[in-house]
């Protein structure tokens, strides 16, 4: 997990204000820090950013369930996840937390 982005999400709850991430890239299934990283390839699944690592290792179930089609995006060819999942999402991208679902109770501590 990258520190700043955990201040980030921080700043996100507890503002409700839209936070810009900048470059920052975290694998969203095993949270790695890949910002700097060089490695090359992976996937957006769903509207998950999965890691060339975790991409490869979840791949043959995502076959064996018949979801290759929420298989979004992909690297291209030689390119790292990083400038992948930035030009994914494209620039300005933030973090926004909105509070307070009307339709659920709200719970008591
Ligand atoms: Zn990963």
Redesign the pocket.
């Known amino acids: 997990m990258n520190e700043d982005l955990d201040r980030k999400w921080d700043e996100a709850a507890r503002t409700g204000q839209a936070i810009p991430i900048g470059d920052l890239v975290v694998?969203d299934?095993?949270n790695?820090d890949m910002t700097a990283s060089p490695a090359i390839g992976g996937f957006i699944f769903g509207t998950y950013a999965?890691?060339p690592?975790?991409a490869a290792s979840h791949l043959t179930k995502i076959r064996e369930y018949g979801e290759e089609h929420m298989i979004r995006a992909r690297a291209q060819s030689g390119e790292t996840f990083a400038d992948f999942v930035r030009r994914y999402r494209g620039p300005d991208s933030t973090i926004r937390i909105i509070k307070g679902n009307p339709i659920l109770p709200e719970m008591k501590p």
């Open positions: 694998c299934v095993c790695d999965y890691c690592k975790c």
